[in-house]
């Protein structure tokens, strides 16, 4: 059984800073793209990261290019997501999946909230 299980999330000030995880189970997670996505309220999905099975390459949103970094340990089936001077907009919750065709199954996300 797939599982997702995103961590991290909270309210943070503009500019202020957190790292998601995501950890998963019940796939062979080192051959798998992974990627981050989020929807923001009212909102439908949106791409923000993605990185490749090894964790050599990585692609951004235009809208976190530079502010983001993904990453990932095999060894530990953990895909991250720091994020950096973080803006209003990225208020969300987000969720992981495979890339750049997601599992059925998706966990329960974790909200991020950036607000003064």
């Known amino acids: 059984e797939v599982q997702l299980v995103e961590s991290g999330g909270g309210l943070v000030q503009p500019g202020g800073s957190l790292r998601l995880s995501c950890a998963v189970s019940g796939f062979t997670f080192g051959t798998y793209s992974m990627s981050w996505v989020r929807q923001a309220p009212g909102k439908g999905l949106e791409w923000v990261s993605a990185?490749?099975?090894?964790?050599?390459?990585?692609s951004y949103a235009d809208s976190v290019k530079g502010r983001f970094t993904i990453s990932r340990d095999n060894a530990n089936h953990t895909v991250y997501l720091q994020m950096n001077s973080l803006k209003p907009e990225d208020t969300a919750v987000y969720y992981c999946n495979t890339f750049p065709t997601p599992f059925n199954s998706w966990g329960q996300g974790t909200q991020v909230t950036v607000s003064s």
């Open positions: 990185v490749n099975s090894g964790g050599t390459g990585t």
